[in-house]
């Protein structure tokens, strides 16, 4: 059971070593998230590879006391050092395991540095001179030597994505944060893709107690964070399972593409939530990895068209259901809006409109005339939901030239009711809002402290 005399074994030659306790060194391409294990330690699965064998990549279980103990990567192609790790094996694929009271590791930078001081390592771990060549050998090798970033098997882009489906998603991870209210860890993720429109369940007059949410998360996300997401895409919040306790606190991949292995998307509410599963992995990946320079790609293609800004699922040779004045405007997303830096400016956008309060013609008066009643209404593109006002001058145009007897079905069809809506049951109301385009004022409140939205320059299409 004594490990192998301190040489370090090579991955391939691990078939012999079953039973016994060996020294490794492999460059780390996958990590699951740190969780609590199935007993009363903290587990973290690696795959790592290295010179010796690339495929297939060995699975390596790390048990400690504590989730603070776990290995915590840092960066692509980083270099792990296990010492005194047991090699099992299992339907014939070979594995190590890392027991908390004998094993020991330390983690490595991989870019090419004469640097042999571990930037994380367990505290009862000590380096040989052996393991420092061997250290210097890997760090040789990984110079230009291209690292799998995954099979295709299960991948999918935001465009694709769909309710209680397994999947890996190649993205760009922009934010993580802890929401105090719900108790869990939130990744916000994007990959420059739409996550395709849903449709709206329940009864429109809960909008008045119970208005449809703007975002998955407790609280709006501030101005400033938002500046840090990109203008096109969906932004798609994954929050992490229970058993992921506190990793936030140590998840160094902000800012960086990854491939998020094993997770799954619900709808709440009208809006994509991503959720990770116990068994869910991160594999880093680098920007000189192909599929990430096909995103970056595809992404600045689209950012530099003529079009970009508009929904991948809208379609500008539509009979759309509104007008706005200004045929040469060039088209925004409300994250353009939502992150823009001055106020009293008008933007144009496609939009769905997925909710209106008050929906009811005899609840907001005549819609000629000059009252001070207002409509909310609730707005919403591949990249945000935002409330808007319809009031005063700008309503009186909105409804401008729609006889009485037709506006309340254009307006269920704004909301995209079903054809024969009973309003007498519409518990089971299922809506398909169509695009639209529309005008947005973005003013600051009397107060000076919040910026507001406001419908203007458009009205309904008089077809």
């Not at 007993?39 to 290295?50: A, P, Q």
């Not at 994505?161 to 890996?168: Q, T, W």
């Not at 593409?257 to 709808?267: H, S």
């Amino acid at each position: 059971m004594n490990n192998h005399g301190g040489n370090i074994i090579p991955i391939k030659e691990l078939d012999k070593y079953v039973k016994r306790k060996v020294n490794l060194l492999g460059v780390v391409l996958e990590f699951s998230f740190p969780r609590k294990s199935q007993g009363t330690d903290y587990v973290s699965v690696l795959r790592i590879v290295d010179e010796s064998q690339q495929s297939s990549e060995l699975l390596v279980n790390i048990f400690t006391e504590t989730i603070d103990q776990l290995p915590h990567v840092r960066s692509h192609g980083d270099f792990i050092l296990l010492n005194k790790v047991m090699i099992k094996k299992f339907d014939d694929e070979v594995s190590a395991v890392f027991y908390k009271n004998s094993s020991s590791f330390a983690l490595f930078d991989g870019k090419p540095s004469r640097d042999l001081i571990p930037y994380q390592s367990s505290q009862n771990f000590s380096l040989t001179e052996y393991e420092k060549d061997y250290i210097c050998r890997l760090r040789h090798w990984c110079v230009g030597t291209k690292f799998s970033p995954g099979s295709d098997d299960y991948l999918l882009s935001l465009k694709d994505i769909s309710e209680k489906r397994y999947f890996d998603l190649v993205c760009k991870i922009l934010y993580v944060s802890y929401d105090v209210n719900k108790d869990v860890w939130m990744l916000f993720v994007w990959d420059g893709t739409d996550a395709p429109p849903l449709s709206l369940y329940g009864k429109l007059d809960d909008e008045e107690q119970n208005p449809l949410p703007l975002h998955i998360e407790s609280s709006p996300l501030d101005r400033e964070t938002l500046c840090k997401f990109h203008p096109i895409g969906t932004v798609l919040r994954v929050t992490a399972d229970q058993v992921h306790e506190n990793f936030g606190r140590r998840f160094t991949a902000t800012g960086t593409w990854v491939r998020i292995r094993n997770m799954t998307c619900q709808v709440s509410s009208g809006l994509w939530h991503g959720f990770l599963q116990a068994s869910s992995r991160v594999r880093l990946l680098s920007d000189t990895d192909n599929i990430v320079r096909d995103f970056k790609r595809r992404y600045k293609k689209r950012i530099t068209g003529k079009h970009g800004r508009i929904p991948i699922w809208s379609n500008l040779s539509s009979q759309f259901l509104t007008v706005i004045d200004g045929k040469d405007a060039a088209f925004v997303t409300l994250m353009d809006i939502l992150t823009y830096s001055k106020v009293n400016v008008r933007f144009c956008c496609i939009v769905r409109v997925v909710a209106i309060h008050p929906f009811q013609l005899k609840d907001f008066g005549s819609p000629y005339g000059l009252s001070e009643n207002k409509m909310r209404l609730t707005l919403e593109d591949p990249t945000a939901r935002i409330h808007a006002i319809l009031c005063g001058e700008e309503r009186v145009k909105f409804f401008e030239g729609t006889p009485p007897d037709i506006l309340t079905t254009k307006i269920n069809m704004l909301l995209g009711m079903p054809e024969h809506w009973n309003a007498k049951d519409d518990s089971n109301l299922t809506r398909n809002p169509p695009w639209i385009k529309c005008c947005i004022h973005l003013k600051k409140s009397d107060d000076g402290k919040n910026r507001l939205y406001y419908i203007s320059c458009t009205r309904l299409a008089s077809r």
